[in-house]
């Protein structure tokens, strides 16, 4: 197998099963040489000098690409978070609770209406509590929930503008670091 290559900078351009066939300027490759060659083309140049075929370093990554790579990794770090905040919670509770809030202040402005007070009456049956209690805690719990919850948008968000605004990859990471800082003692708060 022979492979042609641009005589400038040693890219590859095409394979050729017989030499008289290759144009100029090409190199004979073994199959394994060749198999690697198209697995990973920009990883491979010929040298111009020696005629060899060498495998060069895989570029850097942009800083664009470690942006959008930093950013990935922050959803992760948020997901974390989240995760924290909900855990052990399962996903048809968390659906009600907007409900069961909105409830919960209807019962404590004596304005309920039959649905809320069968909703919160039903809790309160398994749990024992009484109702006005039940929905003092239920309000306490929305509240801390929303200032829980703007916490992790607001790391999400000034660590994706620092990713975004970063002028090279230690400020990319330096943003991610301080998210995962804020993330640990979040969860540790919660943990707590």
Do not use: C
């Amino acid at each position: 197998m022979h492979l042609h290559y641009n005589q400038t900078t040693g890219a590859p351009i095409s394979f050729h099963g017989d030499q008289d066939m290759a144009p100029s300027p090409s190199i004979e490759v073994t199959d394994a040489q060749w198999r690697a060659v198209v697995a990973e083309t920009d990883r491979f140049r010929v040298d111009t000098g020696t005629g060899g075929l060498i495998e060069t370093a895989p570029a850097a990554p942009g800083l664009d690409d470690q942006r959008t790579a930093a950013i990935l990794r922050l959803g992760r770090i948020i997901e974390r978070m989240s995760g924290a905040l909900v855990a052990g919670v399962p996903a048809a509770e968390r659906d009600a609770w907007a409900i069961k809030e909105a409830a919960a202040a209807a019962v404590l402005a004596d304005n309920a209406t039959k649905a809320d007070l069968d909703l919160l009456n039903a809790e309160a049956a398994e749990t024992g509590e009484m109702l006005d209690d039940l929905a003092a805690s239920i309000l306490a719990q929305a509240g801390a929930f929303r200032i829980a919850a703007g916490k992790v948008s607001g790391v999400r968000r000034a660590a994706r503008a620092r990713i975004v605004e970063a002028q090279d990859a230690a400020g990319i990471e330096a943003a991610l670091a301080d998210a995962a800082t804020a993330a640990d003692a979040f969860v540790a708060d919660l943990e707590g």
